[in-house]
T-cell receptor
Framework: EAGVTQFPSHSVIEKGQTVTLRCDPI?????LYWYRRVMGKEIKFLLH????????ESGMPNNRFLAERTGGTYSTLKVQPAELEDSGVYFC??????????FGPGTRLTVT | QKEVEQDPGPLSVPEGAIVSLNCTYS??????FMWYRQYSRKGPELLMY????GNKEDGRFTAQVDKSSKYISLFIRDSQPSDSATYLC??????????FGSGTRLLVRP
């Protein structure tokens, strides 16, 4: 069974540009999560989807971040416009109901 | 004060040693407790998942939860160089929104 996949693995953009990260969860997992780790800090929750609905977006830093999950399958996280402090590793995870969360390899975002 | 505290290490042990990794937390509502292993430039890999208090064993790994002390532990028996990684504890009230520790870097010397 394929795990959680994320694309791209690494993105380097300039301040003010837009970047879109993609996550494909494990097949059949209705729950999808986004997390972020900035340099020197712990991994922090951003938001949680159940199918296509946002259940909890309490961790989203500001309105420059937009997450979507059309059709309840893959999800995208768009940052527009990107700022220097958005640099970090963005992880996606998925779970089957109220169970273990499995993480993807992450997207390393560098904003210069 | 952070909700979850974890010593960053590094913790260096010889091959074959028993490793003890720990986290403390402040939120008594946490019910779900996990340990993840993360190799450099990879995503967190789930090792152990525990609900409420008690012990859970899986091969060389044992997870313990002491809710009265707000303290969780992961023990690794017969440690191997391949166990060298960062170990992250994570916990949750609902099992959805995970709160992570900062991770402990473990080095197992051959």
């Amino acid at each position: 069974e394929a795990g959680v996949t994320q694309f791209p693995s690494h993105s380097v953009i300039e301040k003010g540009q837009t970047v879109t990260l993609r996550c494909d969860p494990i097949s059949g997992h209705d729950n999808l999560y986004w997390y972020r780790r900035v340099m020197g800090k712990e991994i922090k929750f951003l938001l949680h989807f159940v199918k296509e609905s946002k259940q909890d977006e309490s961790g989203m830093p500001n309105n420059r971040f937009l997450a979507e999950r059309t059709g309840g399958t893959y999800s995208t996280l768009k940052v527009q416009p990107a700022e220097l402090e958005d640099s970090g590793v963005y992880f996606c995870a998925s779970s089957l109901g109220k169970h273990e969360q499995y993480f993807g390899p992450g997207t390393r975002l560098t904003v210069t | 004060q952070k909700e979850v505290e974890q010593d960053p290490g590094p913790l260096s042990v010889p091959e074959g040693a028993i490793v003890s990794l720990n986290c403390t937390y402040s939120n008594s509502a946490f019910q779900y407790f996990m340990w993840y292993r993360q190799y450099s430039r990879k995503g967190p890999e789930l090792l152990m998942y525990t609900y409420s208090s008690g012990n859970k064993e899986d091969g060389r790994f044992t997870a313990q939860v002491d809710k009265s002390s707000k303290y969780i532990s992961l023990f690794i028996r017969d440690s191997q160089p391949s166990d060298s990684a960062t170990y992250l504890c994570a916990m949750s009230v609902s099992s959805y929104k995970l709160i992570f520790g900062s991770g402990t870097r473990l080095l197992v010397r051959p």
